[in-house]
C-alpha cells in the first residue's frame, strides 16, 4: 500500500512538473494549471458570443470607461501577459435580470442588468470589475477547470477532455468561469479565490482612481438587500463578517497606491 501510495504520488507531482504549478502575481500563492489561457480564452469567447447583450443601453458607456481604468490598473501586475491590452477587451451590458457579473480570459466583461440596483455609481462597479478582473489575472477560472476537470474525467483523461471539448467536459469549463449557475448549478469560488479577487480587486480600484472603501461598503449593503432574496451573485460570493473584516486589513495597502482619477 505504502508503495503505490508513493508511486501516485510520483505520478501527480510529474503531472504537476509537466503541467505546470504557476504563481498568483501579488498575492504569490502557488496554484496547479492545466489548461492553458488561451484554451480558457476560446471557450470564454464562444459562451460570450451566445449570451444576449443590450448594446444600446446608455450604461453600457460607464461599464466600458470604469473597466479600461480597471484593466490598466491590473496590467501593471501581469508579467505573463494574461490580460490583453485594453483596446482588445468587450463589454456588454447582459439582459439578465438576475444581480450577476464577469470577467472573462481573453477580455470579456459582462454586467448584467439585474446588478445595476445594487451598484450604479463609478466606485461601485469599480468594486465588482476589479474583482472580477483580478479572478481572470489570477487564473483562477483555469484552476477551478482543472479541479473540475480532474474530479469528472481523472487526472490520466485530463489532457484528451481539454483537446477535445465535448459535451460531457462542458460543464467543467463552464463552472470555472462561474457561469454554472447558468447550468443550473451553484458553485462558489473557493474562499482562496475570493479572498485573492477581493485583495486585488481593491489595489486596482484604488490605483485606477476610485475609492476603495466602496468595497466593504457595497458588500455590507448587497449582503443586507439579498438577506431576503439571495441573487445568484451573492450566493456564489458570500459577503460574511470574514469578507468585511479582510477588506478593511487591506484598505492601507491599497490607499497608497491610489491615485487621482484619470480624465475618462
Ligand atoms: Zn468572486
Not at 19 to 46: F, Y
Request: hydrophobic fraction near 40%; aromatic fraction near 8%; include cysteine.
Amino acid at each position: 500500500m505504502p508503495k503505490l501510495k508513493l508511486s501516485l504520488q510520483l505520478f501527480l507531482g510529474s503531472l504537476v512538473f509537466l503541467t505546470g504549478c504557476e504563481t498568483v502575481p501579488v498575492t504569490g500563492r502557488s496554484q496547479l494549471i492545466m489548461v492553458s489561457n488561451s484554451q480558457v480564452a476560446s471557450m470564454a469567447a464562444g459562451e460570450f458570443s451566445k449570451m444576449s447583450k443590450l448594446p444600446n443601453d446608455p450604461r453600457l458607456e460607464q461599464i466600458r470607461r470604469v473597466g479600461l481604468k480597471i484593466v490598466m490598473a491590473a496590467r501593471r501586475d501581469d508579467p505573463h501577459g494574461l490580460l490583453p491590452p485594453a483596446n482588445q477587451w468587450e463589454f456588454a451590458v447582459i439582459n439578465d435580470k438576475s444581480p450577476n457579473a464577469f470577467a472573462m480570459p481573453g477580455g470579456k466583461i459582462g454586467f448584467n442588468v439585474g446588478m445595476f440596483p445594487y451598484a450604479s455609481t463609478d466606485d461601485d462597479i469599480a468594486v465588482i470589475l476589479g474583482h472580477e478582473v483580478a479572478h481572470v489575472l489570477s487564473q483562477h477560472s483555469s484552476e477551478r477547470i482543472s479541479q473540475a476537470l480532474l474530479m469528472q474525467v481523472g487526472a490520466v483523461a485530463v489532457d484528451e477532455a481539454t483537446k477535445n471539448q465535448s459535451a460531457r467536459t462542458r460543464q467543467a469549463w463552464l463552472t470555472g468561469f462561474g457561469l454554472g449557475a447558468q447550468l443550473g448549478v451553484l458553485l462558489p469560488f473557493s474562499r482562496s479565490h475570493e479572498s485573492e479577487a477581493d485583495h486585488l480587486g481593491l489595489i486596482f480600484m484604488s490605483r485606477a482612481g476610485y475609492h476603495p472603501e466602496a468595497a466593504p461598503l457595497f458588500w455590507q449593503r448587497f449582503s443586507a438587500a439579498s438577506a431576503t432574496k439571495p441573487p445568484e451573485f451573492f450566493s456564489t460570493h458570500p459577503a460574511d463578517e470574514t469578507r468585511i473584516r479582510q477588506l478593511q486589513v487591506w484598505m492601507n495597502e491599497a490607499k497608497a497606491q491610489s491615485k487621482p482619477a484619470l480624465k475618462p
